[in-house]
Nanobody
Framework: QVRVEESGGGSVQAGGSLRLSCAAS????????MGWFRQAAPTKEREFVA?????????HYGETVKGRFTVSRDNAKNTVDLQMNDMKPEDTAIYYC???????????????WGQGTQVTVSE
């Protein structure tokens, strides 16, 4: 099982950018689909944001972030990053990294959740 630790969150104004990073561990990381999810409030469900195949060649994004966010991975460093551009107040949430099952497009998390990292976007 892949274990994760997220970092890089913070506060930014609308239109700004942030880059999140996920440090992953586990012998199967390099053969595991990975991605990002977010939860805007404790009463809301976690939302799929972006995911990529184990090679990184195939990516999939949630409709609300397409064209603004880019997911990438470095299997040599066991990291998965999320570059967020042109951010909006509705992007405010706790962001989580997790492994993703098949098919990638279903955006279903399969591992244990980490602590997440808070992202706040102000007007």
């Amino acid at each position: 099982q892949v274990r994760v630790e997220e970092s890089g969150g913070g506060s930014v104004q609308a239109g700004g950018s942030l880059r999140l990073s996920c440090a992953a561990s586990g012998p199967r990381f390099a053969r595991t689909q990975m991605g990002w999810f977010r939860q805007a409030a404790p009463t809301k469900e976690r939302e799929f944001v972006a995911g990529l195949s184990w090679t990184g060649a195939i990516t999939h994004y949630g409709e609300t972030v397409k064209g603004r966010f880019t997911v990438s991975r470095d299997n040599a460093k066991n990291t998965v990053d999320l570059q967020m551009n042109d951010m909006k107040p509705e992007d405010t949430a706790i962001y989580y990294c997790n492994s993703i099952g098949d098919p990638l497009e279903a955006g279903i998390a399969t591992g244990a959740w980490g602590q997440g990292t808070q992202v706040t976007v102000s007007e």
